[in-house]
């Protein structure tokens, strides 16, 4: 726990039972949890008044003993009491921040935690009200425009998360934080320069902010820009060596340039930060792939698929690798699979069909060629040719 003068330690003590958190935060300047966390040592003790009459009932021996007794009792159940109320309030950050917003309700601040407590708990609507109620209170409080924004982006309205984050950076444009969750919505609205131009503030803001380079390297891969990705990853992981996502970004990027071993170690030292990284077991086997390494991508491409088992696209290339081996069955049910979770995906009706020409049945190799056909893909030409004499 941080350091906290007598004075305010103090203050807490005398005044926690009939003042909020929230009150007691804004007189001690202290973080809630360090409130909170104070309170704990001294909730639990006996009342002083209490204490007295305990010692007063034990010294003087000319009381009843089974009185002393009952008394005695009955002052430890009051004092029970009195921590299991309180615990149950403080038993969730929700709980006690509506508490505080009871006592406290023209008050900005335990508006605003009680949005955040929601948003810990991903109870998005709730949490998207109340710094909706913290605004109406205070429209300059700028992190309740910074949260709304990310509540906004995390359940996919990038429209409105674009607006508060704009609206955050109005108040306080020197926020990195602020200018990087605007980068992300920018990102996935697919405005790349505007993204990268939010990256590149939240970077001069926090120089050491490795997130920031990340996205910034992915913002430049996606325009096709693979130098300065390249520059944006490496950065990233000479700030933060254990980003997962970077050095499979930057596997990625060596893999278009063609430098297919330098790609395979990123991947690599990704899975070996997090074994579990579907995406760098699926790039990695790639990445055999074009190696013509059939047996090493397979086993990549399963591993991704026993991360995330249905994703169409890894059965569809775990479906050409099994074809590179010869093992058309193995292969026609990997397509099968991409298709029940997927109906319309024109690259797997491309390669069953000539996985089923491969082992002579060219009923089903015209069934869903045509099947490319009707949902207006692309027919690779050589398989139109080699299914002319079967129509």
């Given at each position: 726990?941080?350091?906290?003068?007598?004075?305010?330690?103090?203050?807490?003590?005398?005044?926690?039972?009939?003042?909020?958190?929230?009150?007691?935060?804004?007189?001690?300047?202290?973080?809630?949890?360090?409130?909170?966390?104070?309170?704990?040592?001294?909730?639990?003790?006996?009342?002083?008044?209490?204490?007295?009459?305990?010692?007063?009932?034990?010294?003087?021996?000319?009381?009843?003993?089974?009185?002393?007794i009952l008394f005695v009792i009955t002052i430890i159940l009051c004092c029970s009491l009195n921590t299991y109320q309180?615990?149950?309030?403080?038993?969730?950050?929700?709980?006690?921040?509506?508490?505080?917003?009871?006592?406290?309700?023209?008050?900005?601040?335990?508006?605003?935690?009680?949005?955040?407590?929601?948003?810990?708990?991903?109870?998005?609507?709730?949490?998207?009200?109340?710094?909706?109620?913290?605004?109406?209170?205070?429209?300059?409080?700028?992190?309740?425009?910074?949260?709304?924004?990310?509540?906004?982006?995390?359940?996919?309205?990038?429209?409105?998360?674009?607006?508060?984050?704009?609206?955050?950076?109005?108040?306080?444009?020197?926020?990195?934080?602020?200018?990087?969750?605007?980068?992300?919505?920018?990102?996935?609205?697919?405005?790349?320069?505007?993204?990268?131009?939010?990256?590149?503030?939240?970077?001069?803001?926090?120089?050491?902010?490795?997130?920031?380079?990340?996205?910034?390297?992915?913002?430049?891969?996606?325009?096709?820009?693979?130098?300065?990705?390249?520059?944006?990853?490496?950065?990233?992981?000479?700030?933060?060596?254990?980003?997962?996502?970077?050095?499979?970004?930057?596997?990625?990027?060596?893999?278009?340039?063609?430098?297919?071993?330098?790609?395979?170690?990123?991947?690599?030292?990704?899975?070996?930060?997090?074994?579990?990284?579907?995406?760098?077991?699926?790039?990695?086997?790639?990445?055999?792939?074009?190696?013509?390494?059939?047996?090493?991508?397979?086993?990549?491409?399963?591993?991704?698929?026993?991360?995330?088992?249905?994703?169409?696209?890894?059965?569809?290339?775990?479906?050409?690798?099994?074809?590179?081996?010869?093992?058309?069955?193995?292969?026609?049910?990997?397509?099968?699979?991409?298709?029940?979770?997927?109906?319309?995906?024109?690259?797997?009706?491309?390669?069953?069909?000539?996985?089923?020409?491969?082992?002579?049945?060219?009923?089903?190799?015209?069934?869903?060629?045509?099947?490319?056909?009707?949902?207006?893909?692309?027919?690779?030409?050589?398989?139109?040719?080699?299914?002319?004499?079967?129509?």
């Amino acid at each position: 726990m941080a350091e906290i003068s007598n004075k305010k330690r103090k203050l807490i003590k005398n005044n926690f039972k009939k003042l909020s958190i929230e009150e007691l935060v804004r007189q001690t300047n202290l973080e809630p949890h360090v409130v909170r966390s104070v309170i704990d040592r001294y909730r639990t003790k006996m009342p002083k008044g209490h204490q007295d009459s305990l010692s007063k009932l034990i010294i003087n021996k000319s009381l009843d003993k089974k009185m002393t007794i009952l008394f005695v009792i009955t002052i430890i159940l009051c004092c029970s009491l009195n921590t299991y109320q309180r615990n149950i309030l403080w038993r969730e950050s929700t709980t006690l921040w509506s508490d505080c917003v009871v006592k406290s309700p023209r008050k900005a601040r335990p508006h605003f935690s009680l949005g955040s407590a929601y948003e810990d708990e991903k109870m998005s609507d709730e949490a998207i009200t109340e710094y909706k109620k913290t605004l109406a209170i205070d429209p300059r409080y700028a992190k309740a425009y910074n949260n709304l924004g990310n509540v906004y982006a995390n359940n996919g309205m990038f429209d409105e998360a674009i607006t508060e984050l704009k609206k955050t950076l109005a108040i306080n444009p020197n926020l990195a934080k602020s200018h990087y969750s605007l980068g992300l919505a920018y990102k996935q609205k697919g405005m790349l320069d505007e993204a990268i131009s939010e990256y590149k503030i939240a970077i001069t803001l926090k120089p050491n902010y490795a997130k920031a380079y990340n996205n910034l390297g992915y913002a430049y891969e996606k325009k096709g820009m693979l130098d300065s990705a390249l520059t944006g990853y490496k950065r990233a992981l000479a700030l933060d060596p254990d980003i997962e996502e970077a050095h499979t970004s930057l596997g990625n990027v060596y893999e278009q340039m063609g430098m297919l071993d330098e790609a395979i170690a990123e991947h690599k030292m990704a899975l070996s930060i997090d074994p579990q990284y579907m995406l760098a077991h699926y790039n990695l086997g790639l990445v055999y792939l074009r190696k013509g390494m059939f047996d090493e991508a397979i086993a990549e491409l399963k591993d991704a698929l026993a991360i995330k088992p249905r994703d169409a696209k890894v059965h569809i290339n775990l479906g050409y690798a099994y074809g590179k081996k010869d093992m058309l069955d193995k292969s026609i049910a990997e397509y099968k699979i991409a298709l029940s979770i997927n109906p319309n995906l024109t690259q797997a009706h491309n390669n069953l069909s000539f996985a089923y020409y491969l082992k002579g049945d060219y009923k089903l190799a015209i069934v869903h060629c045509d099947k490319v056909i009707k949902i207006r893909g692309s027919v690779n030409p050589k398989l139109l040719e080699l299914l002319k004499p079967y129509r």
